[in-house]
């Protein structure tokens, strides 16, 4: 038993390291622009992992119930932080992310508002930071007599402390009014929506007009007049290679529809999410010098 015990624990550990990996690729693949279909097999890699940590949850807090300790598992043995890393992130992120991916649509669709949009699907990505309150596993309870309460909770409450922090700064633009990067993007876009709409584009000074603010705004990818493609940036084999149904979002002004690129956008929540990574393995490897 006590050797089942110590390869599950091993197991577990293993799994931490991997999500530690699997966490900065998955960001680094946002960052750096990877393919859709490279960054689908990262999105299947996190269900998987997500899936395994809930199952590791659900069997803890059943042998704890089993041997009436559930209060103990769950308080003094940061059973609460497994939960955190675990049933939330299946249910709300990584599950939908991936069955939307699938099924080619978006998990945000018919919110309404382009920066509403924009919004709760980078909110839902910086929820993934609740994963680093799994890097408490490499931060193993000591034995009582090693150490007050409070020096064995210091490292886990530390990073538990960084994950719901990020977790907050992702959900202020929804929960308050602030005027954020979300925001000005809509109105950049709309405007850009407006001005192609008026311009006349059968018109040579509509032609030019849109020459233009291509030239200009990188993020537009394709306009549509009624049925009629008017101008796309890039060809059909490059946006179903590229871009996911969560890169790009489309805005309709009269007659007129245009596609636009928000990866950019996508990629400044992964900067923030690498940053929380490096801190939260910090204080975990911290942690871990001090008690050697």
């Given at each position: 038993m006590k050797k089942s015990a110590a390869v599950f624990s091993g197991i577990m550990i293993a799994a931490v390291?991997?999500?530690?990996?699997?966490?900065?690729?998955?960001?680094?693949?946002?960052?750096?622009?990877?393919s859709w279909e490279q960054r689908m097999l990262l999105l299947a890699v996190g269900l998987g992992l997500?899936?395994?940590f809930t199952l590791d949850f659900v069997v803890r807090s059943y042998f704890a119930l089993l041997h009436r300790r559930?209060?103990?598992?769950?308080?003094?043995?940061r059973g609460?932080?497994?939960f955190l890393a675990s049933i939330?992130?299946?249910?709300?992120?990584s599950g939908p992310a991936f069955?939307?991916?699938?099924?080619g649509t978006a998990t945000v669709a018919g919110l309404g508002g382009v920066a509403r949009v924009i919004e709760i699907t980078k909110a839902i990505?910086?929820?993934?930071?609740?994963r680093l309150m799994r890097l408490h596993k490499l931060s193993p309870l000591p034995r009582e007599q090693e150490g007050s309460a409070a020096s064995r909770a210091g490292a886990p409450a530390a990073i538990a402390a960084l994950a719901v922090v990020a977790l907050i700064a992702g959900l202020l633009?929804?929960?308050?009014?602030?005027?954020?990067?979300?925001?000005?993007?809509e109105q950049r876009y709309a405007t850009i929506a407006r001005y192609v709409d008026e311009g006349n584009l059968t018109q040579p000074g509509g032609r030019d007009m849109l020459a233009s603010l291509v030239a200009i705004e990188s993020d537009l990818l394709i306009v549509q007049d009624g049925e009629r493609r008017v101008y796309s940036r890039h060809s059909a084999e490059y946006y179903q290679r590229q871009l996911g149904p969560h890169d790009y979002l489309y805005l309709e002004s009269g007659e007129v529809g245009v596609y636009f690129d928000i990866r950019g956008i996508h990629a400044a929540a992964a900067h923030a999410n690498l940053t929380y990574l490096v801190m939260a393995l910090a204080i975990a490897l911290f942690a871990r010098a001090r008690r050697r």
């Open positions: 390291i991997l999500v530690v990996i699997h966490t900065a690729v998955e960001e680094l693949a946002i960052v750096m622009r990877l997500d899936i395994l559930m209060g103990r598992y769950f308080f003094r043995e609460w932080m497994d939330p992130l299946l249910v709300l992120t069955l939307a991916a699938a099924a990505r910086t929820g993934r930071v609740l633009p929804i929960w308050f009014e602030t005027g954020s990067l979300e925001e000005r993007v």
